[in-house]
C-alpha cells in the first residue's frame, strides 16, 4: 500500500493506493481513518490521478471523478457506495431515500453505517447525503468540512479555511 498527502483547502489529507488504484482518500484524523502501518511513502498513477483531480474539484472544475476507485467494504457498503456516485455534482438527497433506491427504505440506518464508513471522501460523494429535514447530520471529515464541499459545488466560496 502506498500513501501520499494532500493539502486541500479543508485541511490536509491522506491518498493510499496501489497499483490497483485508490483505496482511500481521507482528512486526516477524520473517523473511521484507515491508514495501514505498512503503508510506504509513494504515488500509483491512479494517485496521481486522483491528486490532480482534488485541485481540480478545489477549483470548481472536476465535477466527476474518473480516478480508478478501489474501497475495500463489505458488499453492503459497496452497493452504498456505488449509490452515492449516482448523486449528480450540487445535488442532495437523504438517508431514506438513499434507502429506498437500494431497495429497503427502513434500512436508512445501516445506509447511514455504510456511508460513514467510505474510505474514499469527495471522490465518492458522501457529503451529499443529508437528513430528512434537511439539516446536515453526519460526516467523518466533520460537518464544516460537508457545508463548505456542499458550498463549493453550489459555486459559493469554501466556507472554512485549511486545518
Not at 466527476?64 to 449509490?83: D, K, N, Y
Not at 456511508?115 to 471522490?123: D, F, L
Amino acid at each position: 500500500m502506498l500513501k501520499s498527502a494532500y493539502i486541500s483547502p479543508l485541511g490536509p489529507m491522506t491518498i493510499l493506493g496501489s497499483a490497483a488504484g485508490v483505496h482511500a482518500v481521507m482528512f486526516d484524523g477524520q473517523k473511521h481513518e484507515r491508514s495501514p502501518q505498512d503503508a510506504k511513502a509513494g504515488e500509483s498513477p491512479a494517485m496521481r490521478q486522483m491528486r490532480l483531480e482534488l485541485d481540480g474539484y478545489f477549483a470548481g472544475e472536476v465535477r466527476q471523478f474518473r480516478a480508478h476507485l478501489v474501497p475495500q467494504g463489505t458488499p453492503f457498503q459497496q452497493r452504498v457506495w456505488a449509490a452515492l456516485l449516482r448523486i449528480g455534482h450540487g445535488e442532495t438527497t437523504n438517508y431514506g431515500a438513499l434507502a429506498a433506491l437500494l431497495g429497503n427504505a427502513k434500512a436508512s440506518r445501516a445506509v447511514g453505517a455504510a456511508i460513514g464508513r467510505n474510505p474514499t471522501s469527495i471522490a465518492i460523494p458522501c457529503h451529499r447525503v443529508i437528513g430528512a429535514s434537511g439539516t446536515l447530520t453526519g460526516y467523518a471529515g466533520g460537518l464544516d468540512r460537508k457545508r463548505a464541499l456542499l458550498a463549493l459545488e453550489r459555486g459559493t466560496a469554501i466556507a472554512i479555511a485549511a486545518a
